[in-house]
């Protein structure tokens, strides 16, 4: 059957309301903090959970074999299938054939942990050489990036040193670091073009550089009013390669299962799809009368002002000529839609890089929940979701990009009336510094008590209390950060649980939540359910608010929050009211999930919960 893609109308309008919230602010929100870059939190994620994730961001990591947006890539793993567990990969310009090759083989090493037939200290060494073998062109450039890195080689170690002495004590861990870094000076006498077996050195050594060294780091080249200089973060590249390779053995060598054997498919890109808007049409009219209606006027030449335009049409009608490409992650996801006896249990898909706005902004409005790392939060323009096959999956995607021109053009509106002309949020980084060490191998100096207990943890829940589970991942990982699971798009919220506050933990009864709701919701144990809250926000008028504890609407006779009880709080029309009404209005929760009714009120809740988050803003937008 022929892809049927988006076209006409709903095209059109898509394209027009993402071009204007781009030129009015490329970056919709903060990114990520916490995910592929930090991830101590990840410490108290279910074992396999965390092993998975760090296998698959690190499998798509070494997909992208380039540095350019072509070779983004995103990866899923499907159990239980009759060739074994199936690595779906894609990249946003497709998988090529000799990457596809060197990945196959690479994983029919790993294979090789699964069955037995090696150990796993004879193959590291083998895993890693093979990665730097794959990823040699980006590897190499980040070489040519250091070597080309100013006041790194030419000032002498020994302002390095002074520097440091003057914030630490520790004799034994200065010279460890110098030691260290003298090594990584080196590598500015490299040949142009070094060799996989010459860069294996430098990656390993590049691995100790957020591990090890961080805090010598920042001692030594950043200070209260300026930050790490870049060429740190280049090093971060690199030792994620090594940090890549770890994690792809530890899945191997601690559930074997999974390689018994694991094949690597590889799912085929959509061609790129040319969009022009004809020069006899006016799209930025259009789309301001969609947005701000009878104003549409005004703002025209208040725009033409802040795009330094005499012809804002014109300017406007050039931004919308676009390539549009189908990303990595939304390939993944048209494929389990037409193929769902695929479709895996483990809904998480790992990126190379963060994710985009619009990659986020799909995920979450799509029903099959499937989860991401990060997100940069940047709205990239040639984005276009997936063609289809089947009607129904046509008619789901078309529904979805409808819904997301309604929220960037309710977006645009704020930004028109509230930001116009105003400072812009800053450029975060599309890239990551990769998946972090901590929790890959601390498990393997357990005991089998120790172990044991760990896993029961996993399953049925542990009780100690946050502000232990705290400590304890602390003790194991020597990291000082505070553990929080990741968040796909995090937001700036204002921490509401005073410090020295004893936290109410409620453990929500499986068997009794699924026979009082008729559907099984997953306990996390990991995050006080109580000490949640949401600040609730008219979109329309951001004086209108109410803010929302679940200790107010939680009904302990079924231990979930309930959906009646909120919106009898927030049909309220007074000064904190929001005048929230159920099929009138709908909630965009941390400006990723849309939620309209209780069942995806209950899963929004699920999804927090899994996500360790606290604190919510959710917008409330007419229907």
């Not at 000799?98 to 037995?116: K, M």
């Not at 895996?344 to 994710?355: A, H, T």
């Not at 709205?379 to 979701?385: D, G, H, Q, S």
Request: hydrophobic content about 40%.
């Amino acid at each position: 059957m022929i892809p049927m893609e988006l076209t006409g109308n709903v095209r059109n309008r898509f394209v027009q309301a993402a071009v204007l919230l781009r030129m009015l602010d490329p970056v919709r929100g903060e990114p990520t903090v916490h995910g592929l870059d930090e991830d101590s939190h990840e410490m108290r994620t279910p074992r396999e959970r965390l092993l998975k994730r760090k296998f698959l961001d690190s499998f798509a990591l070494i997909c992208a074999i380039k540095r350019d947006g072509d070779s983004v890539s995103a990866a899923c793993m499907e159990e239980g299938a009759p060739q074994g567990t199936v690595i779906r990969v894609a990249s946003n310009s497709g998988v090529g054939e000799r990457t596809l090759s060197q990945l196959r083989e690479l994983v029919a090493v790993l294979n090789s942990i699964g069955s037995g037939a090696l150990e796993t200290f004879d193959v590291e060494a083998e895993i890693l050489l093979r990665i730097v073998r794959l990823d040699i062109i980006k590897i190499r450039n980040y070489v040519k990036d250091l070597r080309a890195a100013k006041n790194v080689f030419e000032e002498p170690v020994s302002a390095v040193e002074s520097r440091i002495t003057k914030v630490s004590n520790s004799a034994l861990g200065l010279q460890q670091f110098l030691e260290w870094f003298g090594h990584i000076r080196a590598i500015k006498d490299l040949p142009p073009d070094p060799e996989p077996e010459v860069l294996l050195r430098y990656v390993e050594l590049a691995q100790k550089a957020r591990g090890c060294y961080i805090d010598s780091l920042r001692a030594a080249f950043s200070t209260k009013f300026q930050p790490l200089p870049r060429w740190i973060g280049t090093i971060f590249k690199l030792g994620r390669y090594s940090i890549a390779s770890k994690a792809l053995v530890q899945l191997a060598s601690e559930i074997p299962a999974l390689l018994n054997p694991m094949v690597v498919e590889p799912v085929i890109a959509p061609s790129r799809t040319p969009f022009t808007i004809p020069e006899d049409e006016v799209p930025l009219t259009c789309v301001l009368r969609r947005v701000v209606g009878p104003r549409t006027e005004e703002y025209l030449p208040r725009l033409a002002r802040v795009w330094n335009t005499p012809d804002v049409e014109t300017h406007f009608r050039k931004a919308c000529s676009l390539n549009l490409a189908v990303h990595a992650e939304m390939q993944l996801v048209n494929f389990y839609d037409h193929n769902r006896h695929c479709k895996p249990r483990f809904r998480f898909i790992g990126v190379s890089k963060k994710s985009c706005y619009l990659c986020h902004m799909f995920l979450a409005t799509h029903p099959e929940s499937f989860c991401i790392s990060s997100c940069h939060q940047k709205l990239y323009l040639p984005w276009i979701p997936p063609p289809a096959t089947d009607p129904s999956i046509y008619r789901r995607y078309k529904s979805i990009t409808n819904e997301l021109s309604k929220l960037m053009e309710a977006a645009a509106k704020h930004d028109l009336e509230n930001r116009l002309g105003g400072e812009r949020r800053p450029v975060p980084a599309d890239s990551t510094a990769g998946v972090s060490l901590s929790g890959l191998t601390e498990t393997a100096g357990m005991g089998s008590q120790a172990l044991l207990q760990s896993q029961l943890d996993s399953i049925i829940g542990s009780d100690v209390t946050r502000e232990e589970s705290v400590a304890i991942g602390r003790s194991i990982t020597g990291e000082g950060e505070t553990p929080s699971e990741s968040l796909c798009h995090p937001i700036d919220v204002v921490n509401l649980t005073p410090p020295n506050m004893v936290i109410e933990r409620v453990t929500i009864d499986r068997k009794e939540a699924a026979i009082a709701t008729g559907q099984l919701i997953e306990n996390s144990n990991s995050i006080s359910v109580l000490a949640m809250v949401f600040h609730f926000i008219r979109a329309d008028d951001i004086n209108k608010q109410n803010i929302v504890s679940i200790r107010d609407i939680f009904d302990p006779s079924t231990n979930f929050p309930s959906w009646v009880k909120l919106l009898e709080i927030l049909k309220d029309d007074d000064e904190c009211g929001v005048s929230f009404q159920e099929g009138q209005h709908f909630l965009i929760v941390n400006n990723r999930v849309r939620v309209t009714n209780e069942r995806q009120f209950l899963a929004c809740f699920q999804y927090l919960l899994n996500s360790n988050v606290l604190n919510s803003e959710a917008l409330v937008y007419n229907t």
